[in-house]
């Protein structure tokens, strides 16, 4: 079965383009200087029948063998004369229509994936799948009005751009900081509000407040309680460190017992001499 599989996606055309079964194959190369020609194996996006997808149906393509110098705005422009395309994104692996999306934030961007990808364009119009899928190539990926570049060129720019400058970054982290503290806010007004109030069932949520606020502790106090556990853990690891030290602790607590043994004797006698003893 494995090797009859193997034989049927290996499959080629008489031109001698490999085929695979379901997808349009369409040739692109990197510049005019390239012989060969690499392959998108694209589709229409389609999801089971009753399976809920992101993505909306008939005007979704999904795109496979997206090469690493292939970005979301090149894959745009190479499908642009198909259609108006309203978005590109580029994943690791083909998403799974029952596992949740996650929201993109806008405050931190996703790493790059290394090596092949897939992808799924999103068409204003459902015309743009169709067109695509007939569409004939080869397509030049890099081109002297859009050159993108490559090897030693493309390493340096990815480096740069992963320096941010300081004051858009600190720019950044003060809008995300205003909204994250605006969200707080607004979940302890919610909650402050709801306190008390019976729910649709009748149950009423306790939560515990304390009376007083506590005081955010600051730098210098919570060194000071490092230094005082340091200090603590250091006597507590000095102490009875050598066997003999063991022995003279055991001594000392056996003489601190007699002692007070001969002080509890010596006052019981004075007790009974002052007819003052009575145990029971």
């Known amino acids: 079965m494995v090797a009859r599989r193997r034989k049927r996606v290996a499959r080629e055309s008489e031109s001698g383009v490999p085929i695979l079964p379901g997808y349009s194959a369409i040739p692109i190369k990197f510049s005019e200087k390239q012989q060969s020609s690499h392959y998108?194996?694209?589709?229409?996006?389609?999801?089971?029948?009753?399976?809920?997808?992101?993505?909306?149906?008939?005007?979704?393509?999904?795109?496979?063998?997206?090469?690493?110098?292939?970005?979301e705005e090149c894959l745009s422009r190479l499908l642009s004369p198909c259609?108006?395309?309203?978005?590109?994104?580029?994943?690791?692996?083909?998403?799974?229509?029952?596992?949740?999306?996650?929201?993109?934030?806008?405050?931190?961007?996703?790493?790059?994936?290394p090596g092949f990808q897939v992808a799924y364009v999103l068409f204003q119009k459902p015309g743009g799948v169709s067109a695509t899928l007939a569409l004939k190539g080869p397509l030049l990926v890099s081109t002297e009005s859009h050159p993108v570049r490559?090897?030693?060129?493309?390493?340096?720019?990815?480096y740069t751009d992963s320096v941010p400058d300081p004051e858009a970054l600190r720019v950044e982290v003060d809008a995300f900081m205003e909204t994250?503290?605006?969200?707080i806010a607004e979940e302890e007004a919610k909650a402050k509000e709801e306190e008390g109030v019976p729910d649709?069932?009748?149950?009423?949520?306790?939560?515990?407040?304390?009376?007083?606020?506590?005081?955010?502790?600051?730098?210098?106090?919570?060194l000071r309680v490092l230094e005082r556990e340091r200090r603590k853990r250091a006597r507590k690891e000095l102490l009875n460190f050598y066997a003999w030290q063991h022995r003279e602790t055991k001594?000392?607590?056996?003489?601190?017992?007699?002692k007070k043994f001969e002080e509890d004797k010596q006052r019981i006698e004075l007790m009974r001499a002052q007819r003052k003893f009575r145990p029971y």
């Not at 108006?84 to 993109?104: C, D, F, I, R």
């Not at 490559?150 to 990815?158: A, F, N, Y």
């Not at 994250?180 to 969200?183: A, F, G, L, T, V």
């Open 200 to 222: 649709d069932e009748g149950w009423v949520k306790v939560t515990r407040r304390g009376r007083r606020p506590v005081l955010p502790r600051t730098e210098a106090a919570s």
């Open 180 to 183: 994250y503290d605006r969200k």
């Open 83 to 113: 259609g108006p395309v309203q978005s590109v994104e580029l994943q690791e692996k083909p998403e799974l229509a029952e596992s949740p999306k996650e929201p993109p934030s806008k405050f931190f961007h996703p790493k790059p994936v």
């Open 40 to 71: 998108l194996y694209v589709r229409e996006h389609k999801v089971r029948g009753g399976t809920r997808s992101s993505w909306p149906q008939k005007r979704t393509l999904f795109v496979l063998n997206v090469p690493p110098y292939c970005t």
């Open 150 to 158: 490559s090897g030693v060129l493309k390493w340096i720019r990815d």
């Open 251 to 258: 001594m000392e607590h056996l003489a601190q017992l007699r």
